[in-house]
């Protein structure tokens, strides 16, 4: 294995909620990754963020990892949940509420809810 590769699976599996993403959640630099960063931020979602830009090799890396093209992506519990369509897809359905529910993830239910309000 190589180490971007040993990096990224310690990575997921130390930390819950794990975003890959290009920027950092305070300061976004991709709209797709702010749209993410901002939907977790809102909900109260405590997230590990990792700034793809930062490192060559894990950019290319996660891509190997989940057998996915693009960034941002965020993994739950070690396991690869989706990249901004999805993770929108799955907040507007309540989907993504199932899911850190069934994971033990805290999230501000309200929050989710305004999200879907603001979004009907
Ligand atoms: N449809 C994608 C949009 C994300 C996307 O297209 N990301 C591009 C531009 S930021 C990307 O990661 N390209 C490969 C790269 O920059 O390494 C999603 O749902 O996440």
Redesign the pocket.
């Known amino acids: 294995m190589s180490d971007a590769q040993a990096t990224i699976q310690k990575t997921v599996t130390e930390n819950d909620v794990v975003l890959f993403m290009?920027g950092d959640k305070m300061m976004p630099q991709?709209g797709?990754?702010s749209r993410v960063a901002g939907v977790l931020n809102f909900m109260g979602v405590d997230y590990h963020d990792v700034n793809v830009l930062a490192d060559a090799d894990i950019?290319q890396g996660i891509?190997d990892y989940s057998d996915w093209?693009?960034?941002?992506q965020l993994y739950v519990k070690g396991e690869f949940v989706g990249?901004?369509?999805?993770i929108t897809e799955m907040t507007l359905s309540g989907e993504l509420d199932t899911l850190f529910e069934t994971n033990g993830v805290a999230f501000d239910k309200e929050k989710a809810d305004q999200v879907r309000a603001a979004n009907a």
């Open positions: 290009k991709c797709f990754s950019r891509k093209p693009t960034i941002p990249g901004c369509d999805i």
